[in-house]
Nanobody, 127 residues
Framework: QVQLVESGGGLVQAGGSLKLSCAAS????????MGWFRQAPGKEREFVAA????????YYADSVKGRFTISRDNAKNTVYLQMNSLKPEDTAVYYCAAQTPKGTVIAVISPRHYDYWGQGTQVTVSS
């Protein structure tokens, strides 16, 4: 069992930056693929970024590539999402998720393949 708690959300102006953190409980954090997803009102939950258990591989949605950076610190059981050059369309609830590795990129970017979810943190970008 893994429990995930996100923090770091808030209100920021367009062009600004935020850094989200996701703290995980459990001794096996380093074995999980970790992902960030977001959900805006009236929209489906969408993939944002993911990172392999070692941190060697990262994956990004096209909409955030070059602006967001995912990283992890396995010693601290924490995964991060650095968000720069924020846009109003980045406004959403951001969720952290953990996945027992499935071995495919499709599994990494698909919410239904994740085993554990946090409660989410609100990010609002004003224009």
């Amino acid at each position: 069992q893994v429990q995930l708690v996100e923090s770091g959300g808030g209100l920021v102006q367009a062009g600004g930056s935020l850094k989200l953190s996701c703290a995980a409980s459990g001794r096996t954090f380093s074995s999980y693929v970790m992902g960030w997803f977001r959900q805006a009102p009236g929209k489906e939950r969408e993939f944002v970024a993911a990172i392999s258990w070692s941190g060697a591989s990262t994956y990004y949605a096209d909409s955030v590539k070059g602006r967001f950076t995912i990283s992890r610190d396995n010693a601290k059981n924490t995964v991060y999402l650095q968000m720069n050059s924020l846009k109003p369309e980045d406004t959403a609830v951001y969720y952290c998720a953990a996945q027992t590795p499935k071995g495919t990129v499709i599994a990494v970017i698909s919410p239904r393949h994740y085993d554990y979810w946090g409660q989410g943190t609100q990010v609002t970008v004003s224009s």
